[in-house]
Nanobody, 123 residues
Framework: QVQLVESGGGLVQAGGSLRLSCTTC????????MGWFRQAPGKEREFVAA???????HYADSVKGRFTISRDNAKKTVNLQMNSLEPEDTGVYYC?????????????????WGQGTQVTVSS
């Protein structure tokens, strides 16, 4: 069993930055692919970024160049640095974990999910 807890959400003006963190406990963190997804009101959950156990990263086109995902295996955390935030980035951000490297953008591939943290970007 793996438990995930997100933190770092909040309210920020457009153009600002936020850093989300996800702390895990349970099975060896270093073996998991970790992902971030988000869900805006009235919309489906969408992929934001992922990082494999080997450090390979994947990003949604909408966040490339603005967001950076990283992991610290010793601290069992994964972070999402979000810069140049836009109102369209508003939503609940979820941390997720899965044991395979393939299909990092597919939500159904992830077995474990956090409760989410709210990010609101004002214009």
């Amino acid at each position: 069993q793996v438990q995930l807890v997100e933190s770092g959400g909040g309210l920020v003006q457009a153009g600002g930055s936020l850093r989300l963190s996800c702390t895990t406990c349970g099975r060896p963190f270093s073996t998991y692919t970790m992902g971030w997804f988000r869900q805006a009101p009235g919309k489906e959950r969408e992929f934001v970024a992922a990082i494999t156990w080997s450090g390979r990263t994947h990003y949604a086109d909408s966040v490339k160049g603005r967001f950076t995902i990283s992991r610290d295996n010793a601290k069992k955390t994964v972070n999402l640095q979000m810069n140049s935030l836009e109102p369209e980035d508003t939503g609940v951000y979820y941390c997720a974990a899965k044991v395979t490297e393939g299909a990092p953008a597919t939500a159904n591939e992830y077995a474990y999910w956090g409760q989410g943290t709210q990010v609101t970007v004002s214009s």
